[in-house]
């Protein structure tokens, strides 16, 4: 099983676990029944913004979906593994345009912020997204813009933003692939 589909089971299995039916998981996370069918088929991969929703109607933390075994001590993410890390990305399997998520740290017990390594991917589609919490983003490698409600920002490396979620945003990378350390902060 790909890393990917990995968090369309995981999805399926914290909601049969709860007994609820795919009509009742799209009632209380707001999101339409077919979404929640293709994230669980595998045949999309859900974004920052469905999985936030799909976690609070579950009652669980974001990083529940990305969890191997947990740690209660310190979580070291080696670089050379990061390619390992189960990761989730928005838009249908085939579709590479858009970001990659790198769980950093995905074994840690009880955690507050979800901490990601982020590859952002040129795209001319603009689809803001918006939930609760807030985000944390530092540019490692590349230039990404950021659009926040009506305006646009361009970072470039070194470069860092901190903003409210619950406003409409999208980043994506600007002509090349860029690399990013994010935050998110979702409360629960």
Same mark, same amino acid.
């Given at each position: 099983?790909?890393? %990917?589909?990995?968090?369309g089971?995981? #999805?399926? %299995?914290?909601?049969?676990?709860?007994?609820?039916?795919r @009509?009742?998981?799209?009632?209380?996370?707001?999101l339409?029944?077919?979404?929640?069918?293709?994230?669980?088929?595998?045949g999309?991969?859900?974004?920052?913004?469905?999985?936030?929703?799909?976690?609070?109607?579950?009652g669980v933390r974001l990083?529940?979906?990305?969890?191997?075994?947990?740690?209660?001590?310190?979580v070291i993410?080696?670089?050379?593994?990061?390619?390992?890390?189960?990761?989730?990305a928005?838009?249908?399997?085939a579709d590479?345009?858009?970001?990659?998520?790198?769980?950093?740290?995905?074994?840690?017990?009880?955690?507050h912020? @979800?901490?990601f390594? #982020?590859?952002?991917?040129?795209?001319a589609?603009?689809q803001?997204?918006t939930?609760e919490?807030?985000?944390?983003?530092?540019?490692?490698e590349?230039r990404v @813009?950021?659009?926040?409600?009506?305006e646009?920002?361009?970072l470039?490396?070194?470069d860092s #933003?901190?903003?409210?979620? #619950?406003?409409p945003? %999208?980043?994506?990378?600007?002509?090349?692939?860029?690399r990013?350390?994010?935050?998110?902060?979702?409360?629960f």
């Amino acid at each position: 099983m790909s890393e %990917q589909i990995s968090v369309g089971v995981k #999805v399926k %299995q914290l909601r049969e676990s709860r007994s609820l039916s795919r @009509e009742q998981m799209a009632e209380r996370s707001l999101l339409p029944l077919q979404l929640i069918e293709q994230i669980e088929t595998g045949g999309l991969i859900p974004g920052l913004a469905p999985l936030l929703k799909i976690a609070r109607a579950l009652g669980v933390r974001l990083g529940t979906f990305l969890d191997g075994e947990e740690q209660t001590g310190p979580v070291i993410s080696r670089k050379h593994s990061l390619a390992k890390a189960p990761r989730f990305a928005g838009g249908t399997r085939a579709d590479r345009a858009g970001m990659d998520f790198h769980a950093l740290a995905p074994g840690k017990t009880g955690r507050h912020m @979800e901490p990601f390594i #982020v590859d952002a991917h040129p795209t001319a589609d603009v689809q803001l997204s918006t939930h609760e919490g807030e985000e944390l983003l530092y540019i490692l490698e590349g230039r990404v @813009e950021l659009l926040y409600g009506k305006e646009s920002y361009k970072l470039e490396v070194g470069d860092s #933003v901190y903003y409210d979620s #619950v406003v409409p945003h %999208q980043v994506r990378a600007v002509e090349e692939p860029a690399r990013l350390l994010a935050v998110v902060y979702a409360p629960f």
